[in-house]
């Protein structure tokens, strides 16, 4: 099997990094961890991009989530576009706001409201203000290595530009320890606002853990009898797991939902969206932003939840996700490595568990990278309902070859 040059995206990571600082940054920069991976692309089609050096790739990052039914989906870009000839942002909301925040009402358990932003970022810490309005207390209750975007409160401490202050008010505890929360909520009795918590681990570098059994249950009841409120960060999972919200399929209830990256099938909208009990304290926090009122994007939204609700898309995800678990995991044993898949099918963390540091495992992603499936070494995957099983099928034979590649 050929594989790939990255020449034309090399020369335009020279160009950008003169006006750019870094050239790319943020996450799209940490794919460069990858010697050779494409790092620009020319255009995206359904489950695929084409990079700038013309190489096609069966994309499983799907834009870090937002692709849910695929690149420029007919229904969704019609919609957007269709709102876009009326009016994008203009000096009033648009009806679609309501629609919207119906339609999210409707399809998502808990919801009795919604608010719009941007990024998962504004939800997420919307959330916090919230749970701090609403309680009148000051702590917030987050999982070691989890993410819920770049406010400094956020990032890990000593993160260029935070200072200490920053931090003062978080408590971190890890993933599925019921007894730390316990220790938590006593050290810190009748202080703590919120618990903030992605439905299940996924952090970067590390198996993804999902919750043990009875873990969602037990914080659930400690949070309702503290009087702390619970939000999901669902920005990552949301709409991959179950469509009413991934807390249903882990069978608990939250207050608060924090929804963003597959909302709108890559259009910029996140939504924060709760329970009766919270919708004064959200109407007195002042959370805006000069481009929250984009209405193409709440069009898009809105018929992107209509296609996902008419098509199941979150079971349709996770079949396919497991026919690419399933296969890679085969490929592998036949190749006499062990690769480990963690997490949901529809979001699926890989790993080659053959030595300790990864190397191997880097190397086989490079490998298949530059063959023209797109994973990323030390990131979970997305899988959307674009993914065909000829793409499954196409994926594993260039996975095979990789492992041939090694082995020679
Ligand atoms: C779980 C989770 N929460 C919040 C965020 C932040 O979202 P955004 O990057 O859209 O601000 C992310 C982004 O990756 C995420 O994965």
Redesign the pocket.
């Known amino acids: 099997m050929d594989t790939y040059d990255f020449s034309s995206s090399r020369a335009l990571f020279e160009r950008a990094g003169r006006v750019i600082p870094g050239g790319i940054y943020g996450?799209y920069g940490l794919a460069m961890i990858t010697p050779e991976t494409p790092l620009y692309f020319s255009k995206a089609e359904g489950s695929h991009f084409v990079d700038v050096d013309g190489n096609r790739f069966i994309d499983y990052m799907c834009a870090?989530?937002p692709s849910i039914l695929g690149y420029n989906h007919p229904v969704v870009d019609a919609a957007a576009r269709e709102q876009v000839n009326r009016g994008n942002t203009v000096t009033l909301s648009s009806p679609v706001m309501v629609e919207l925040a119906e339609k999210l009402v409707e399809l998502i358990t808990i919801a009795d409201w919604a608010f719009f932003a941007k990024?998962?970022?504004?939800v997420?810490n919307l959330a916090t203000l919230v749970a701090r309005a609403a309680t009148g207390r000051k702590k917030i209750l987050k999982i070691n290595g989890g993410?819920?975007?770049?406010a400094p409160w956020m990032q890990e401490p000593e993160s260029g530009g935070t200072v200490d202050e920053d931090f003062a008010n978080i408590i971190s505890i890890d993933w599925n320890s019921t007894s730390q929360l316990e220790q938590a909520i006593s050290d810190h009795k009748g202080l703590i606002a919120g618990f903030i918590s992605?439905p299940y681990h996924?952090p970067v570098f590390q198996d993804n853990v999902l919750p043990e059994e009875g873990y969602w249950a037990a914080v659930e009841k400690l949070c309702r009898r503290e009087g702390i409120v619970l939000i999901v960060?669902d920005?990552?999972a949301g709409f991959r797991i179950d469509l009413r919200g991934s807390n249903e399929f882990f069978g608990f209830k939250p207050d608060l939902i924090?929804l963003?990256?597959a909302l709108a099938n890559g259009y910029p909208i996140?939504a924060l969206v709760g329970t009766d009990a919270l919708r004064e304290a959200v109407q007195g926090v002042f959370c805006t932003g000069t481009m929250y009122f984009g209405s193409a994007p709440m069009a898009a939204a809105l018929a992107n939840i209509t296609e996902l609700m008419k098509n199941d898309a979150a079971a349709l995800i996770n079949q396919t996700g497991r026919k690419l678990a399933d296969g890679l995991t085969k490929v592998a044993a036949d190749n006499g490595f062990d690769l480990k898949v963690s997490g949901p099918y529809s979001m699926p963390y890989l790993r080659i568990t053959n030595d300790d540091d990864m190397t191997l495992h880097f190397d086989w992603i490079a490998r298949c990278v530059e063959r023209g499936a797109y994973f990323l070494p030390y990131h979970n995957h997305f899988i959307s309902a674009a993914h065909t099983d000829a793409d499954i099928e196409e994926t594993l034979g260039i996975a095979n070859d990789a492992f041939q590649s090694m082995k020679q």
């Open positions: 996450h870090y989530g990024n998962g970022g504004d997420t993410y819920h975007g770049v992605s996924h960060d920005v990552r924090c963003g990256k996140s």
